[in-house]
């Protein structure tokens, strides 16, 4: 007998005490929680900075008119000047000036060279701060924004969840997911927390607000 | 740690623990420093758990999935393997850690790699499977801070989330200082203990690793049935370093991991990192369903792990303990495992899911002290994000304990009492023995651990020295008359 066999025998031998006729659905799953974690009414942007602050990473709010010089300022803050770039990224938002774009495909190499990566998001969550990459466009491979020391992160406002059921169901569970929730951390050694050990060891997020033609 | 118990799972037995704890008491560093650890992870937990009104209902919904999955556990391990053959991946069995071992191996070997690097997993913890692929040449480099620091040391872990938590940071300074060299890129030569440079030395000394190696291995925290989705939750990088840059990826999971749908992640994911490390959420979980085209490794294997978890699942009161999600927030609530630290519980699964899980995984009979390694208070229970009802599990396996047992010391001096107890002759007789017996063993007023048949009794507790004379025989003296 297989091991597979022999493990599926085992297991129905252990449930001897389920009924025969027991589906799955017959066990009940009570789903009393709530689907989001925010209060009716709160902006759920402000909180998702906040949160996104909480992990020690820069949080910046502005517009897509301003969305350029946000980064360019996020850029030279950190002082980085060759940066990994994905494929769909919009080219119109990158700031001119000194720096040099590196356009993927990028072997291993050539990412351990850079000093950072710029990408778009998947999707935000504002109850936990976390952003989630899904390697579409404008997001990179998942080694663009892990070897590379610094990642500066754009998110639209549109694209935050309240809280993590209602982004998983944004997701495609068919796409590889990065959620990230402030740059790498370890508490390994006293419990004393470190940022920044394998991955990143800064995270910049950039929330581009709606643009709302109905309000001024 | 190569040796590995009849049922395959690392276990190092000896000594039980009681002598271990003893020994671990007996150490007031490691206690200031699990005291001072354990305590800033139950505050972190306590403040993130009840930022959720609804945590208590978040709990119940984990513990009624996990009943869910363990009850059809056959029909969803099915549906895992079709979800992960049809996104790509090649799903294996393992019976036992011989199985899991061996299978992982000859994955290694196929590729003609000799080194391969590793995400922190309790799984291959639990088979030895480092010391496994050690005797066939390869080299399994371990990736999290806490393993690194374990593995250099050739140490052991001491708890399931921070596994180095018995090491301070003039040890672990130390350590990275001598041995680093051996194993890779040494440590800078004038390398403080202040943790941002020891954190700083794992970087560089890991990297040339993730950058050249073929082949990773990992556990998962998580896959779903009907996606066929696994799940990997960490905080360092190194997790996504090995998920992300090697060819090969090969995932040991135990059959209980499994969840029905992706959609209950939801639930999990709220409550694995307030559980564990007091975040709202970790910084880095990563998902994937089978391989990607053009995105990290391109051949992926599960191997799915029995290695003694349908003997637990055929337990119907044991069982529950399978709904684990490794949390550890039970280590850090104990009372126990705070005094004593997790090498104590002679298993890669210490404190009060240890306690509860290695009998189950190693046979009751190969662990019987650890059922006994509780106050049962239920603090673990009250903590459990899956509401495991430990203390439930723990008198259950003491009296599987007793019962397996048969004509034990104890049971024979139980016996002997009732004898004596009943007859008033010889109860007088054993009275003025012990009396004298007693005080010539007693040191300052206390007896304290005795040879023979009597030290599973007087190991764990000290006993007051007899009265010179009995109840009996003062009252005789002074008071018979009276009447």
């Given at each position: 007998m297989s091991s597979r066999e022999a493990i599926l025998t085992r297991i129905r031998a252990a449930l001897a005490d389920v009924p025969a006729d027991e589906v799955p659905g017959d066990v009940p799953v009570p789903r009393a929680y709530r689907r989001s974690h925010t209060e009716p009414g709160q902006d759920t942007v402000t909180l998702f900075g906040e949160r996104v602050a909480d992990y020690r990473a820069n949080v910046t709010r502005t517009d897509q008119a301003h969305l350029s010089e946000a980064i360019a300022t996020a850029l030279?803050?950190?002082?980085?000047?060759?940066?990994?770039?994905?494929?769909?990224?919009?080219?119109?938002?990158?700031?001119?000036?000194?720096?040099?774009?590196h356009q993927e495909p990028l072997d291993t190499e050539a990412l351990v060279g850079l000093d950072g990566a710029i990408t778009l998001a998947a999707a935000g969550i504002a109850v936990t701060g976390t952003i989630v990459l899904d390697t579409g466009p404008g997001q990179g491979r998942r080694a663009l924004t892990l070897v590379p020391d610094y990642h500066l992160c754009v998110i639209r406002a549109e694209q935050i969840a309240d809280d993590v059921?209602?982004?998983?169901?944004?997701?495609?569970?068919?796409?590889?997911?990065?959620?990230?929730?402030?740059?790498?951390?370890?508490?390994d050694i006293e419990l004393e927390r470190v940022e920044g050990v394998h991955g990143p060891r800064s995270l910049d997020v950039i929330i581009v607000d709606r643009t709302d033609p109905e309000r001024p | 740690m190569s040796d590995t118990g009849n049922r395959g799972v690392v276990w190092l037995g000896a000594p039980s623990f009681p002598d271990a704890a003893r020994e671990a008491l007996g150490t007031p560093q490691l206690r200031a420093n699990l005291k001072r650890a354990t305590g800033t992870i139950r505050d972190k937990?306590?403040?993130?758990?009840?930022?959720?009104?609804?945590?208590?209902?978040?709990?119940?919904?984990?513990?009624?999935?996990?009943?869910?999955?363990?009850?059809?556990?056959?029909?969803?391990?099915?549906?895992?393997?079709?979800?992960?053959?049809?996104?790509?991946?090649?799903?294996?069995?393992?019976?036992?850690?011989?199985?899991?071992?061996?299978?992982?191996?000859?994955?290694?070997?196929?590729?003609?790699?000799?080194?391969?690097?590793?995400?922190?997993?309790?799984?291959?913890?639990?088979?030895?499977?480092?010391?496994?692929?050690?005797?066939?040449?390869?080299?399994?480099?371990?990736?999290d801070l806490a393993e690194l620091i374990v593995q250099l040391g050739d140490d052991r872990p001491s708890h399931i989330l921070v596994p180095a938590i018995h090491k301070n940071r003039t040890e672990i300074r130390d350590l990275f200082t001598a041995e680093m060299g051996q194993w890779g890129q040494a440590a800078p030569e004038d390398l403080t203990d202040d943790p941002r440079e020891l954190a700083?030395?794992?970087?560089?000394?890991?990297?040339?690793?993730?950058?050249?190696?073929?082949?990773?291995?990992?556990?998962?925290?998580?896959?779903?049935?009907?996606?066929?989705?696994?799940?990997?939750?960490?905080?360092?990088?190194?997790?996504?370093m090995c998920l992300t840059l090697p060819d090969t990826l090969i995932t040991v999971m135990g059959i209980e991991k499994v969840v029905p749908t992706f959609a209950d992640l939801e639930v999990f994911l709220q409550l694995l990192p307030r559980s564990a490390t007091g975040e709202r959420m970790n910084p880095y979980t990563s998902t994937w369903t089978g391989t990607t085209d053009g995105d990290g490794p391109s051949a992926f294997h599960l191997v799915l792990l029995d290695n003694g978890?349908?003997?637990?699942?055929?337990?119907?009161?044991?069982?529950?303990?399978?709904?684990?999600?490794r949390?550890?927030?039970?280590?850090?609530?104990?009372?126990?495992?705070?005094?004593?630290?997790?090498?104590?519980?002679?298993?890669?699964?210490?404190?009060?899911?240890?306690?509860?899980?290695?009998?189950?995984?190693?046979?009751?009979?190969?662990?019987?002290?650890?059922?006994?390694?509780?106050?049962?208070?239920?603090?673990?229970?009250?903590?459990?994000?899956?509401?495991?009802?430990?203390?439930?599990?723990?008198?259950?396996?003491?009296?599987?304990?007793?019962?397996?047992?048969?004509?034990?010391?104890?049971?024979?001096?139980?016996?002997?009492?009732?004898?004596?107890?009943?007859?008033?002759?010889?109860?007088?007789?054993?009275?003025?023995?012990?009396?004298?017996?007693?005080?010539?063993?007693?040191?300052?007023?206390?007896?304290?651990?005795?040879?023979?048949?009597?030290?599973?009794?007087?190991?764990?507790?000290?006993?007051?020295?007899?009265?010179?004379?009995?109840?009996?025989?003062?009252?005789r003296k002074n008071k018979e008359g009276d009447r």
């Amino acid at each position: 007998m297989s091991s597979r066999e022999a493990i599926l025998t085992r297991i129905r031998a252990a449930l001897a005490d389920v009924p025969a006729d027991e589906v799955p659905g017959d066990v009940p799953v009570p789903r009393a929680y709530r689907r989001s974690h925010t209060e009716p009414g709160q902006d759920t942007v402000t909180l998702f900075g906040e949160r996104v602050a909480d992990y020690r990473a820069n949080v910046t709010r502005t517009d897509q008119a301003h969305l350029s010089e946000a980064i360019a300022t996020a850029l030279t803050a950190r002082g980085v000047s060759h940066l990994g770039l994905p494929d769909g990224f919009p080219a119109e938002l990158l700031p001119s000036g000194d720096w040099k774009w590196h356009q993927e495909p990028l072997d291993t190499e050539a990412l351990v060279g850079l000093d950072g990566a710029i990408t778009l998001a998947a999707a935000g969550i504002a109850v936990t701060g976390t952003i989630v990459l899904d390697t579409g466009p404008g997001q990179g491979r998942r080694a663009l924004t892990l070897v590379p020391d610094y990642h500066l992160c754009v998110i639209r406002a549109e694209q935050i969840a309240d809280d993590v059921s209602d982004a998983l169901a944004r997701l495609d569970p068919g796409l590889p997911l990065t959620f990230i929730s402030g740059p790498s951390a370890t508490s390994d050694i006293e419990l004393e927390r470190v940022e920044g050990v394998h991955g990143p060891r800064s995270l910049d997020v950039i929330i581009v607000d709606r643009t709302d033609p109905e309000r001024p | 740690m190569s040796d590995t118990g009849n049922r395959g799972v690392v276990w190092l037995g000896a000594p039980s623990f009681p002598d271990a704890a003893r020994e671990a008491l007996g150490t007031p560093q490691l206690r200031a420093n699990l005291k001072r650890a354990t305590g800033t992870i139950r505050d972190k937990r306590l403040a993130v758990a009840s930022e959720l009104g609804d945590w208590e209902d978040l709990r119940d919904t984990a513990a009624a999935i996990k009943q869910r999955t363990s009850r059809h556990l056959d029909y969803y391990l099915q549906q895992l393997e079709q979800s992960v053959t049809a996104a790509g991946g090649v799903v294996h069995w393992a019976s036992d850690a011989a199985d899991a071992n061996r299978i992982v191996t000859a994955l290694v070997q196929a590729t003609g790699e000799r080194e391969v690097v590793k995400i922190k997993s309790m799984a291959t913890q639990e088979i030895g499977l480092n010391e496994h692929l050690a005797e066939a040449g390869i080299t399994a480099y371990e990736t999290d801070l806490a393993e690194l620091i374990v593995q250099l040391g050739d140490d052991r872990p001491s708890h399931i989330l921070v596994p180095a938590i018995h090491k301070n940071r003039t040890e672990i300074r130390d350590l990275f200082t001598a041995e680093m060299g051996q194993w890779g890129q040494a440590a800078p030569e004038d390398l403080t203990d202040d943790p941002r440079e020891l954190a700083e030395a794992a970087r560089r000394h890991l990297r040339e690793k993730f950058l050249t190696a073929k082949v990773a291995v990992s556990g998962a925290n998580f896959a779903s049935a009907d996606t066929g989705t696994v799940v990997v939750v960490e905080s360092e990088g190194n997790g996504r370093m090995c998920l992300t840059l090697p060819d090969t990826l090969i995932t040991v999971m135990g059959i209980e991991k499994v969840v029905p749908t992706f959609a209950d992640l939801e639930v999990f994911l709220q409550l694995l990192p307030r559980s564990a490390t007091g975040e709202r959420m970790n910084p880095y979980t990563s998902t994937w369903t089978g391989t990607t085209d053009g995105d990290g490794p391109s051949a992926f294997h599960l191997v799915l792990l029995d290695n003694g978890r349908t003997d637990t699942l055929a337990d119907t009161v044991g069982r529950q303990v399978l709904a684990c999600i490794r949390c550890s927030a039970c280590l850090n609530v104990c009372p126990v495992f705070e005094r004593t630290g997790g090498h104590a519980y002679g298993s890669v699964y210490p404190g009060p899911i240890g306690a509860v899980l290695t009998p189950q995984l190693v046979g009751v009979e190969n662990a019987a002290t650890l059922p006994f390694a509780s106050t049962l208070c239920g603090a673990c229970y009250d903590a459990c994000p899956v509401k495991i009802n430990i203390p439930e599990v723990l008198t259950h396996l003491r009296a599987k304990t007793v019962e397996g047992k048969g004509r034990t010391a104890e049971a024979l001096a139980m016996k002997a009492a009732a004898t004596v107890l009943d007859s008033p002759r010889l109860l007088s007789a054993a009275q003025m023995a012990a009396a004298v017996g007693g005080r010539a063993l007693a040191r300052k007023g206390r007896i304290g651990r005795l040879p023979g048949p009597m030290r599973g009794w007087s190991d764990t507790r000290d006993t007051p020295a007899p009265p010179a004379e009995s109840f009996r025989t003062w009252w005789r003296k002074n008071k018979e008359g009276d009447r």
